[in-house]
């Protein structure tokens, strides 16, 4: 039987990945759990960061069968991360809802089985509890509502099972490597394709680092009084959308629209015309979001955001670095 203090599952993922690595560089022993083909990108990630692997475990997963598919045993396990997700538009809502969904609720009853559980630690969005109607139904979107499904099912779950329970609820986590969301918005504005904005001037699609979420998540299972509590993880000195644009397009040197169009319209144009997702456009709202659990925690474990618009500078010159990801960027000229 293997040691091993922590298991992150979708270790692979954009959020999965940086937190093995805060937890190794914290001096964890980690159980890194990915899909198949997962292991060779992790360990090539991890390498490009300097991450010494000597405590890590690689092992292959599947969260949806019992067991999650795991062949190995360890023991000492204390926190179970949980950052699985098929992460997509354009999914079935059987594909949603195997990983999102089924997967989740598998991750809770194995967390249950671990003599030395300390913390489940469940990763979803931030408007999965934005209770507007959109959110929640397949209709609008298999992603968003299979997360919402999920995060009362697994909620429940834990608490029949005596799982303690930490839910994040990371808003647009943003750094290399992510192209999802408005990495695909930034991209159009490069491209001169953004001849109007999807929402209004009050439009606020919230964004966080990806340093600052892998930082609070490694260490938020120190502190007892974590467990039982969600967190909303979001840097509420995000400029609303309109200026969010201009400002990546004043860095960028292209224009920024001038003109938005509600969300009301943007559904019943063709996608041809406006260059948005319809399954993005539930995020398109004017919500604001309470981040004074987070930022209490986050002060206590010495975790502080990165200044926003220099986080979004560089995020936009990965997209244009890259061409939005479809090429590496070290072979872009």
Known sequence: MNH???IVLGAAGFIGRSVVAELLRDGRAVVAGVRAGGRDRLESWLADQGVDRTRLHIEIVDIAQPNLGLTAEFDGIRDVYNAAALMRFGLDAAQARRVNLTGALEVVRWASRQP???RLVHITGYRSTVDDGL????????????KVEADAAVRALAAELGVPLTIANPASVIGPGQYFGLSDLLHNLWLRKLPVLPGNRDTFVPVVGIDYVARFLARVTALPGTAGQAYTLLDPATPNLPELIRLVAAH???PA???TV???IIRVLPRAVTKADPESLVFLAGDRYDTSAADAVAAEVGVAHEPVGDLLRAYADGIVAT???TVAERSVV
């Open 323 to 325: 061409r939005n990801g």
């Open 252 to 254: 960028l040197g292209v």
């Open 262 to 264: 509600p969300v009301s």
């Open 257 to 259: 629209p001038r003109l």
């Open 135 to 146: 959110e929640g139904d397949y209709r609008n979107g298999a992603y968003g509502a299979s």
């Open 4 to 6: 091993a203090d922590s």
């Open 116 to 118: 030395e559980l300390r």
